[in-house]
């Protein structure tokens, strides 16, 4: 594949097909109704069907980078990040990991991918140009489900769930990620498929929704797995000597 002919993440914003992320304050349950998802269709015989074609991952990882991200933003980290912007670069370097060792080969195998957070997180928690700037190069996801849930509901939450915390599990911290969610994806309205889940609701209510929404995005059936690109499909590849994945905007296909 010639090298003018991948596209470059950095010129235009794009969106992975089957590709679904989970976003939220802490203490709004996402890794909850995640795990609990995973378990429906693992262990209820109905549902058996569907664990062949969703597979599931968080950011950040729990391994390489992800790992050492997790250890230094815990409260009592020996570890003193003096820029927030380093904390932002570490959390993309995790991504383009996470995307190339686990989104993209689904895509690939033409399965569905439901993610615990991606770049919206880094917009809320690391605000800056750079951070923003840095995550034009990840494709958009197809579905961003935003469980939404008030701040000190969430704090109170996340103080019985965790007994050690992390740098960003302070009420206040959690205020002004409930805000800047709020107007990041008001202003994302209309660029992305948006759907909003209230969850400051009994947890079996919320379980029932959210695996109702999951069902439904499940039943979509696509013919092949593309990026739309400016309303243009083009074809996802894989580099084979650098293993990466890339984007062939030589190659047209018609539909999905």
Known sequence: MKQENKL?????????????????????????????????ILSNPLYNKYQDIIDFSCEPQNEGIGLYIRDIIKSDSPYKIVDGKTIALLFAADRNEHLNKYVYPSIIEEKWHLSDRYFFSTWVYQPSEQSEFVSKIFPLPEYTIWLKIPAEKAFERSNKRNTTHDIYEKLDKIKEHEKRYTEIFEEMKGKINLIELNVDRPFNDVVKDFNDIMFELLQFKFLNWTFLLDHKEVKFTQDESTKNFCYDISVSHSGH
């Open 8 to 40: 470059k993440f950095l010129l235009k914003q794009n969106t992975l097909s089957r590709f679904i992320v989970c976003e939220g304050i802490d203490g709004s349950g996402k890794s909850s109704l995640i795990e609990n998802f995973k378990k429906t």
